[in-house]
């Protein structure tokens, strides 16, 4: 059964740092493209981060970038979202998703608050 299952998520003061985890089964993340997005309340989803298959290529949503960092460990068919200086508005549910040519996966989410 194919599934990504994001962990980590919680409540923080602004300012602090959450670690997000978002773990791949049924498949193998090796040639996927990986990204995560997020969704806060009455907004659309948005792109946060996006690696290439060999972690080469990085790219960050200009509201994230120098904060938020992303990585994949292809071994373990893990990716992960290292978030730091957080926002309240950063506040939102964050999704992973695997890309493969026409296929694409997606985790269940899970939440981050961030009080002010």
């Known amino acids: 059964q194919v599934q990504l299952v994001e962990s980590g998520g919680g409540l923080v003061q602004a300012g602090g740092s959450l670690r997000l985890s978002c773990a791949a089964s049924g498949f193998s993340i090796g040639n996927c493209r990986m990204s995560w997005y997020r969704q806060a309340p009455g907004k659309e989803r948005e792109l946060v981060a996006t690696?290439?298959?060999?972690?080469?290529?990085?790219n960050y949503a200009p509201s994230v970038k120098g904060r938020f960092f992303t990585s994949r460990d292809n071994v373990k068919n893990m990716i992960y979202l290292q978030m730091n200086s957080l926002k309240p508005e950063d506040m939102a549910v964050y999704y992973c998703?695997?890309?493969?040519?026409?296929?694409?996966?997606w985790g269940q989410g899970t939440q981050v608050t961030v009080s002010a």
């Open positions: 690696v290439t298959s060999t972690g080469a290529g990085i």
């Open positions: 998703k695997a890309a493969f040519i026409l296929r694409e996966y």
